[in-house]
């Protein structure tokens, strides 16, 4: 912006200068400051309006987790609260409620579509369910098909036991036994789930 106080007046000068260009210049200035204001205005109600919507979201989810025969709650965080990051975990909640009421094939209607998560840590594991579930249900090459998927090192270890679990279930006990010695050497030395691993391979022998 051009300098409006001219060099070389007098202080007196310079300040009638500044009065003259506050006076000429009044309107353009109002509109700037409000334009700014409502700007910051504008984005704080933004922000509220958002942390509104999160802890409505969050609300109905404990809702739905209280109580996971309340489909109605489920609808209200699918239609209207998609971007909260609940829905995920409440479609997780109604699978698993589905499950335990040995619906699998509505437990399999709620994980499909989050097989194919943007969270590669969230599809592989809704992955491993799914499989679990076919397993349950006897779907021995469904099962292992979801499995086939693009090879994550940090699942490999737990893929492999399922998989032994599978051909076990199908009796196909070599590569029952494969897998289980696969996974064996991918899973954390000395855990929990090594030792069961052991045991299925013992009692293979």
């Known amino acids: 912006m051009k300098n409006f106080i001219e060099l070389g007046k007098t202080e007196e000068e310079q300040v009638e200068q ?6 000429e210049n009044t309107l353009q200035i109002v509109v700037g400051v409000t334009l700014g204001l409502g700007g910051i ?3 704080d109600a933004y922000k509220n309006y ?3 919507q999160l802890i409505e979201a969050r609300s109905i989810y404990l809702t739905l987790r209280a109580n996971p025969n309340d489909t109605q709650a489920y609808e209200q965080l699918k239609n209207n609260r998609t971007s909260s990051g609940y829905l995920d975990q409440a479609t997780l909640i109604l699978a698993k409620n589905a499950v335990a009421n040995k619906n699998y094939t509505q ?12 969270n590669v840590s969230i599809a592989k594991v809704v992955n491993m369910r799914i499989a679990s579930l076919h ?18 090192s940090a699942f ?3 893929y492999n036991q399922l998989k032994g679990d599978i051909y076990l279930a199908d009796k196909q006990t070599d590569n029952a036994k494969k897998h289980y010695e696969l996974a064996l050497n991918q899973i954390f030395k000395n855990s929990g789930l090594q030792n069961l691993i052991k045991i299925k391979l013992s009692d293979l022998n």
């Not at 437990?107 to 943007?118: I, M, N, R």
């Open 18 to 23: 500044v009065k003259r260009w506050i006076k």
């Open 135 to 152: 397993l349950e249900m006897g779907n021995y090459k469904q099962a292992l098909s979801v499995l086939n998927t693009a090879p994550n």
């Open 41 to 43: 205005w504008s984005f």
């Open 156 to 158: 490999d270890g737990l």
């Open 107 to 118: 437990a399999l209607e709620y994980l499909t579509p989050l097989s194919d998560a943007s």
């Open 50 to 52: 958002q942390h509104s």
